[in-house]
C-alpha cells in the first residue's frame, strides 16, 4: 500500500518562507508532486521530483530525498494569495499518472 | 489554448439513481485521469484513459466505470447513487502529443454532484 504524511494545516506571515514536509511509503516509487489548490477551484501543478536533490522554480522549491521517503515545498516571500492547499503527490512505476494524494496541508498567509 | 472542461459542474441527483459527467481534455492531450475529491478522504484515483483504453483503476467498487473515445474525450458514470458518492469529481489530462514533458497534469474545475 500507499502512505503519504503531510500536516494538516500551517500559518505563516506574508513575506516570510514557509517549509511544508511530506513523508511517504511507497512500493516501487516513480516520482512526486506538489499541487496548489485554491478553495473551490481545480488543483494546479508546482512541481515533479524524481531524482534526489532540490528544484528550484521562482518562489518554490521542491526538495526530494528517496532513501528517506521525504520531500518539501519551500515558499518564498509568502504572498496572500499563496493561501491555499498543497497537495503532495507521488507515483509508482506501475504509471506516472496514477497520483495518490496525501490529504493537504491547508496554508494561511497572514498579513 | 482550452484547459480542460468538464461538464456539468453541478449536479443533484437521488440515491439509485445514474450519472455521467463528461471530461475534454487539453488539445492534444490523450491521457484523461479521474479522481474523486471529498474532506474525508481527500483526493483519490478513479481510474485512467489512454487512447480509449483503461491503463489503470483504482479501488472503487464497480459502480463506477468510464471510457474514452476516440476524439480522447472521457465520460465517467456511477449507477446506483449512494449517499457516499456526493464529492468533486476531477479529471485530468497529459500526453501531450508535442514535445512537452508528459508528466504534468492538468485538471478541470471538477464537477460537483451531491447525491440526496
Same mark, same amino acid.
Given at each position: 500500500?500507499? %502512505?503519504?504524511?503531510?500536516?494538516?494545516?500551517?500559518?505563516?506571515? =506574508?513575506?516570510?518562507?514557509?517549509?511544508?514536509?511530506?513523508?511517504?511509503?511507497?512500493?516501487?516509487?516513480?516520482?512526486?508532486?506538489?499541487?496548489?489548490?485554491?478553495?473551490?477551484?481545480?488543483?494546479?501543478?508546482?512541481?515533479? %521530483?524524481?531524482?534526489?536533490?532540490? =528544484? =528550484?522554480?521562482?518562489?518554490?522549491?521542491?526538495?526530494?530525498?528517496? +532513501?528517506?521517503?521525504?520531500?518539501?515545498?519551500?515558499?518564498? =516571500?509568502?504572498?496572500?494569495?499563496?493561501?491555499? +492547499?498543497?497537495?503532495?503527490?507521488?507515483?509508482?512505476?506501475?504509471?506516472?499518472?496514477?497520483?495518490?494524494?496525501?490529504?493537504?496541508?491547508?496554508?494561511?498567509?497572514?498579513? | 489554448?482550452?484547459?480542460? *472542461?468538464? *461538464?456539468?459542474?453541478?449536479?443533484?441527483?437521488?440515491?439509485?439513481?445514474?450519472?455521467?459527467?463528461?471530461?475534454?481534455?487539453?488539445?492534444?492531450?490523450?491521457?484523461?485521469?479521474?479522481?474523486?475529491?471529498?474532506?474525508?478522504?481527500?483526493?483519490?484515483?478513479?481510474?485512467?484513459?489512454? @487512447?480509449?483504453?483503461?491503463?489503470?483503476?483504482?479501488?472503487?467498487?464497480?459502480?463506477?466505470?468510464?471510457?474514452?473515445?476516440?476524439?480522447?474525450? @472521457?465520460?465517467?458514470?456511477?449507477? *446506483?447513487?449512494?449517499?457516499?458518492?456526493?464529492?468533486?469529481?476531477?479529471?485530468?489530462?497529459?500526453?501531450?502529443?508535442?514535445?512537452?514533458?508528459?508528466?504534468?497534469?492538468?485538471?478541470?474545475?471538477?464537477?460537483?454532484?451531491?447525491?440526496?
Amino acid at each position: 500500500g500507499q %502512505n503519504i504524511d503531510q500536516p494538516t494545516e500551517m500559518t505563516a506571515t =506574508e513575506g516570510a518562507i514557509v517549509q511544508i514536509n511530506c513523508t511517504y511509503q511507497t512500493s516501487g516509487f516513480n516520482g512526486l508532486f506538489w499541487y496548489q489548490q485554491h478553495a473551490g477551484e481545480a488543483p494546479t501543478f508546482l512541481s515533479y %521530483n524524481v531524482l534526489d536533490g532540490l =528544484e =528550484e522554480k521562482g518562489r518554490f522549491s521542491s526538495f526530494l530525498s528517496r +532513501s528517506k521517503g521525504y520531500s518539501y515545498l519551500l515558499l518564498k =516571500e509568502l504572498q496572500m494569495k499563496d493561501s491555499a +492547499s498543497y497537495l503532495c503527490a507521488v507515483t509508482n512505476s506501475g504509471s506516472a499518472r496514477q497520483l495518490t494524494f496525501g490529504s493537504g496541508t491547508q496554508l494561511t498567509v497572514l498579513p | 489554448k482550452a484547459g480542460v *472542461t468538464q *461538464t456539468p459542474r453541478y449536479l443533484i441527483k437521488t440515491r439509485g439513481q445514474q450519472v455521467t459527467l463528461s471530461c475534454s481534455p487539453i488539445s492534444g492531450h490523450r491521457s484523461v485521469s479521474w479522481y474523486q475529491q471529498t474532506p474525508g478522504q481527500g483526493l483519490q484515483f478513479l481510474f485512467e484513459y489512454f @487512447s480509449e483504453t483503461q491503463r489503470n483503476k483504482g479501488n472503487f467498487p464497480g459502480r463506477f466505470s468510464g471510457r474514452q473515445f476516440s476524439n480522447s474525450r @472521457s465520460e465517467m458514470n456511477v449507477s *446506483t447513487l449512494e449517499l457516499g458518492d456526493s464529492a468533486l469529481y476531477l479529471c485530468a489530462s497529459s500526453s501531450p502529443s508535442t514535445g512537452e514533458s508528459s508528466y504534468e497534469q492538468y485538471f478541470g474545475p471538477g464537477t460537483r454532484l451531491t447525491v440526496t
